[in-house]
Structure formats: C-alpha cells, structure tokens
C-alpha cells in the first residue's frame, strides 16, 4: 500500500505555494544589468590604461572587470527567466 506521506517534512512556517515576487525580480533584473555592463566596460577600459605598476594594479581592475561580467550575465539570465515565466503565470 503506498503512503502520502511527504519525503521532506517542511520546517518552515512558509505557504506551500510560495512563489517569488516576479514584479521585483524584473525590476531589479532590468536594472542592474545595463550597470553591470556599464561597470564591466569600465573596469576592463581601466584596466588597459592602468600603467604596469600602477595602483590598483592591472590584474585587480581585470577582475572586477570579470566579476561585473560574471553579475551582468547573471541578471541577464534572471530577466529572461522572469519574462519567460511572467508569459506563462500572469
């Protein structure tokens, strides 16, 4: 005989049709990546003119430069899920 019993019990005290803020996630996706593009350009533009032995040096403006990438590929990402799913659930 099979049981209903959940795998998982819940700990939480959350609604179990918890959903995200989508009006949120858009907003904030829409707005940060445009300025982590804006940064990612910076930085890596600063880091070609920085001199050799500069301060802050080339290799610390190259990864900022990488880690503003890393972000604005992120909240690309999260803005075309939140479209796709906004499609589907409003």
């Keep these: 005989?099979?049981?209903?019993?959940?795998?998982?019990?819940?700990?939480?005290t959350?609604?179990?049709t918890a959903r995200s803020d989508l009006k949120l996630r858009y907003l904030l996706s829409?707005?940060?990546t445009p300025l982590f593009a804006i940064a990612t350009a910076a930085f890596a533009i600063w880091a070609a003119a920085a001199p050799e032995n500069g301060a802050p040096s080339r290799g610390t403006l190259t990864g900022f430069a990488v880690a503003c990438g890393i972000l604005t590929l992120f909240a690309v990402v999260d803005l075309a899920v939140v479209i796709r799913r906004r499609r589907t659930e409003l």
Excluded: H, V
């Design 14 to 16: 959350e609604p179990t």
């Design 1 to 12: 005989m099979r049981t209903t019993t959940p795998r998982r019990w819940r700990s939480g």
């Design 30 to 32: 829409l707005t940060f």
